[in-house]
Structures are given as structure tokens and as C-alpha cells.
Nanobody, 116 residues
Framework: QVQLVESGGGLVQAGGSLRLSCAASGSIFSINAMGWYRQAPGKQRELVATITSGGSTDYSDSVKGRFTISRDNAKNTVDLQMNSLKPEDTAVYYC??????????WGKGTLVTVSS
């Protein structure tokens, strides 16, 4: 089992910044992809950004140029730097990691609220 703990959510004004962090612990042999997803009220969970073990990144069009994902393979952590936040970025943000055989684990989520 892998446990994920997210931190860094909160309330911020539009145009502001937040940094989310996710730490993985437990029976970790190798982590492949790590990523952040979000779910706004009444909407489906959606991809925000992912990063492979080699450092390749992918972003949703809605956050490109504003969010930056990074990871520390030695510490099994993944961060999401969010700049120029907009009210539509308001959501619960979830960390996800993919280990061997495609098995994935989710964190419990952290709430980000952007006020206009």
C-alpha cells in the first residue's frame, strides 16, 4: 500500500499563488508517473498535470503557462506551483501516483478556493 498526503491548499485571491505538495509513503518500490487532478463542485475529476519518473510533464490546456509540476524522486514527493490563479481553478486537488503494473493510488485531496 501507498499513502499519499497532500498539503498546501487554502483560500487565495484571484491572481495569487499557491503551492501544493504531496508526499508518498508506504510500500514504495518504484513510482512511475505522479500527477495532480482536480474536481470542482458538480464536475468530473480532471487532469491538471502529470510528470514521469524521467521528468516529462503534461498539462491541461487550462493551466499551461500558469502551473508547474515538479517531483523529487529521492523523497517521493510531487509539487504543484500554481500562479495567476483564477476563480475557475477552485476545486479539490488530488495527488495520484502510478506504481508498477499500472497500479495507482489517490490522496484524499486538498481544497483550493480562489476568490474573485
Amino acid at each position: 500500500q501507498v499513502q499519499l498526503v497532500e498539503s498546501g491548499g487554502g483560500l487565495v485571491q484571484a491572481g495569487g499563488s499557491l503551492r501544493l505538495s504531496c508526499a508518498a509513503s508506504g510500500s514504495i518500490f518504484s513510482i512511475n508517473a505522479m500527477g495532480w487532478y482536480r474536481q470542482a463542485p458538480g464536475k468530473q475529476r480532471e487532469l491538471v498535470a502529470t510528470i514521469t519518473s524521467g521528468g516529462s510533464t503534461d498539462y491541461s490546456d487550462s493551466v499551461k503557462g500558469r502551473f508547474t509540476i515538479s517531483r523529487d524522486n529521492a523523497k517521493n514527493t510531487v509539487d504543484l506551483q500554481m500562479n495567476s490563479l483564477k476563480p475557475e481553478d477552485t476545486a479539490v486537488y488530488y495527488c495520484k501516483v502510478v506504481v508498477s503494473l499500472g497500479i495507482h493510488f489517490w490522496g484524499k485531496g486538498t481544497l483550493v478556493t480562489v476568490s474573485s
